[in-house]
């Protein structure tokens, strides 16, 4: 089993920055894909973006790429999400995931295990 735990989330101004992490319980870290996904009042969660076990291969939402950028550190078994360029339509809590697929798939119901997410409110 995993545990996952995010911390990083805050209130930040429209243009601003944060940087989220998700830290991972256990050994066996690097033998899953991990997932951010964000969840808005009102609405699904979304996938975010994802990175593959090795940390060589990362995908991300259109509505991120090129703001967002998703890394990982097998060793201390954490992987983080840094958010720039922030937008009111990015507050949401942001939730990591970890997966057993070797890529990160985008669909809720691959993803084995859930942290308790981290509230990112933008304001305008």
């Known amino acids: 089993q995993v545990q996952l735990v995010e911390s990083g989330g805050g209130l930040v101004q429209a243009g601003g920055s944060l940087r989220l992490s998700c830290a991972a319980s256990g050994r066996t870290f690097s033998s899953y894909a991990v997932g951010w996904f964000r969840q808005a009042p009102g609405k699904e969660r979304e996938f975010v973006a994802g990175i593959s076990r090795g940390g060589g291969s990362t995908v991300y939402a259109d509505s991120v790429k090129g703001r967002f950028t998703i890394s990982r550190d097998n060793a201390k078994n954490t992987v983080c999400l840094q958010v720039n360029s922030l937008k009111p339509e990015d507050t949401a809590v942001y939730y990591c995931?970890?997966?057993?697929?070797?890529?990160?798939?985008?669909?809720?119901?691959?993803?084995?295990?859930w942290g308790q997410g981290t509230q990112v409110t933008v304001s305008s």
């Open positions: 995931a970890v997966s057993k697929t070797l890529r990160p798939p985008r669909l809720l119901y691959n993803y084995d295990y």
